[in-house]
């Protein structure tokens, strides 16, 4: 199994894509602002900083701090964006 992508959220995405291309050397082979999304390729493993919202469920009443995954079976929480 080889690791394709790494996500990193990012509250600050212009700080974080400076922080990353002064540690990496090499600036971001993509952005997208709107939605807020910078991606670093590493020699194949691609970095993701996702500027990312808060979640509330509406089962459990706990809130995270990622987008919830589409798709992925997780149907429990229902989101709703909050400002951050």
Do not use: K, N
């Not at 990496?24 to 999304?37: I, N, Q, R």
């Not at 469920?57 to 909050?82: D, V, Y």
């Amino acid at each position: 199994m080889r690791m394709i992508q790494v996500a990193q959220r990012a509250e600050d995405l212009d700080r974080a894509t400076r922080f990353y291309t002064e540690l990496l050397g090499t600036g971001p082979v993509a952005t997208y602002d709107p939605p807020g999304l910078v991606f670093f390729d590493l020699d194949g493993l691609r970095l993701l900083l996702d500027r990312g919202h808060r979640v509330r469920c509406t089962t459990s009443g706990w809130t995270t701090s990622t987008r919830p995954w589409r798709g992925s079976g997780s149907t429990a929480c229902r989101s709703r964006a909050t400002p951050t």
